[in-house]
């Protein structure tokens, strides 16, 4: 298994504009998590999935954030408009089961200007 | 909210040095997990610690899960540099709550 593979690995854009990032999950695996991580804040839950149903989405900042599962393998995080304080490393997470321990993916580094 | 503090926050040693480092929370988690992050990469999973008083050896690293669940500590035994990288703690029931970290440096 190729593990967790997020895309694209940096992005940089310029306020104002969409930003969607991209999470292809462990086959098998039935929870999704998207994560921050920040030097300020470390890492922060923003959303999880289980089974393509989001179950807590309490750390979305805002609603210029959302997430979907549109199918058991996939996930997609998107910002719109983007401002610079959504700079950050944003990393997805899949498990077997919501308890169990995560896979993580190598994270995008974004870059808002 | 759960909160799970580490120290030290950062560690700078030389190779073949031991250290400590420890994961404290007023809560009780029904367990906890550590992670290791090397720069550009996310955390990946070394042990999880489900007993009060449980104790885990993977190599040269020592895990212990305190007596009443609130506290952990990961001791390294002759440092090499590969161990590198920054160690996470985490804990909670469905979604994890992420320690603030403990950044280590080991030099040759």
């Known amino acids: 298994d190729a593990g967790v593979i997020q895309s694209p690995r940096h992005e940089v854009t310029e306020m104002g504009q969409e930003v969607t990032l991209r999470c292809k999950l462990i086959?098998?695996?039935?929870?999704l998590f998207w994560y921050r991580q920040t030097m300020m804040r470390g890492l922060e839950l923003l959303i999880y999935?289980?089974?393509?149903?989001?179950?807590?989405d309490s750390g979305m900042p805002e609603d210029r954030f959302s997430a979907k599962m549109p199918n058991a393998s996939f996930s997609t995080l998107k910002i719109q408009p983007s401002e610079p304080r959504d700079s950050a490393v944003y990393f997805c997470?899949?498990?077997?089961?919501?308890?169990?321990?995560?896979?993580f993916g190598s994270g995008t580094r974004l870059t808002v200007v | 909210t759960q909160l799970l503090e580490q120290s030290p926050q950062f560690l700078s040693i030389q190779e073949g040095e031991n250290l400590t480092v420890y994961c404290n929370s007023s809560?009780?988690?029904?367990?906890l997990q550590w992670y290791r992050q090397e720069p550009g990469e996310g955390p990946v999973l070394l042990v999880t610690?489900?007993?009060?008083?449980e104790v885990k050896k993977l190599k040269r690293l020592t895990f212990q899960f305190g007596d009443a669940r609130k506290d952990s500590s990961l001791h390294i035994t002759a440092a090499q540099p590969g161990d590198t990288g920054l160690y996470l703690c985490?804990?909670?029931?469905?979604?994890?709550?992420f320690g603030t970290g403990t950044r280590l440096l080991v030099s040759p």
């Open positions: 997470a899949s498990s077997p089961t919501p308890s169990y321990g995560y896979t």
């Open positions: 086959s098998g695996h039935n929870s």
């Open positions: 999935f289980n089974n393509n149903v989001p179950i807590d």
């Open positions: 809560s009780v988690f029904s367990s």
């Open positions: 610690v489900v007993t009060g008083g």
């Open positions: 985490a804990g909670g029931f469905q979604k994890l709550v």
